[in-house]
């Protein structure tokens, strides 16, 4: 019995946790212990389909639980896992990650595809994904150093039409074609 403990995923162990032993309501820190399998110890994501959420706006995070919760935003876990969690957990969690400190990351990316993408960002996108993507504002996520492949997992849902785009932000993605969308991800992903 002892050994299939320790087989447990960090992930897994602390949401069990979180979800049970607790009288007292757990802290931030205990909750976000349950999402640092993935989105690492101190917001960084882990792997190349999972977003930092360190130094996301705390509206951005709050937003993204609900609409996980409530199916509203399609996902591969995040639906699954926020159901274990009341608002007051997704306040608590939002208030941990928003205070972490921006991550880089070091990818390969194509260096005249970045470049435009830079111009288109300026000209279409920088309204509401401020400071090349790097600062979230109310429930505007953090763009800038997101994996690549994470952002164009999102890009796809949202030209799927199976997660909701933003109406000011759909009026803007229409104009573009798939190569400069192509070129605004890679800009982001390159901002450090
Ligand atoms: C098993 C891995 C895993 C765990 C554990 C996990 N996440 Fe996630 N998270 C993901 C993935 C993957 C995505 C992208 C959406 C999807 O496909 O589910 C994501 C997306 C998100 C987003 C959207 C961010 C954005 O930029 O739009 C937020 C917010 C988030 N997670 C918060 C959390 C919180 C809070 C926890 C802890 C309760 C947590 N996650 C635990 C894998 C995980
Ligand atoms: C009117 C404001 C606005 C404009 C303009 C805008 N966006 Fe957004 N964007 C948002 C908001 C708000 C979200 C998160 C909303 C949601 O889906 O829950 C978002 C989310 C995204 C995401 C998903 C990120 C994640 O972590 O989930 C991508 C990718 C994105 N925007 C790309 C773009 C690109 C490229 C442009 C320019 C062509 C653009 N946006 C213009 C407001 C905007």
Redesign the pocket.
Known sequence: MKKRWSGWTL?AGALALSATAFAAPPSPEM??F??A???GTNGGSAGL???T?AS?SKTA?VD??KKFKSGDRP????GR?AKG?SDADFDA?ATF?SKQKFHSTAQTIDAAKAKQGADLQEANCSRCHLEDGKEGKDDT?VMASQWLPYLKMQMSLYESGKRKMPEKMAEKVKNLSPQEIDALLHFYASVK
């Open positions: 992930a909750i976000s349950a999402c399998g993935c989105h389909t999972m977003p959420l996301q995070i993204a639980m996902s591969t876990v995040m896992l969690y969690m990650f996520p």
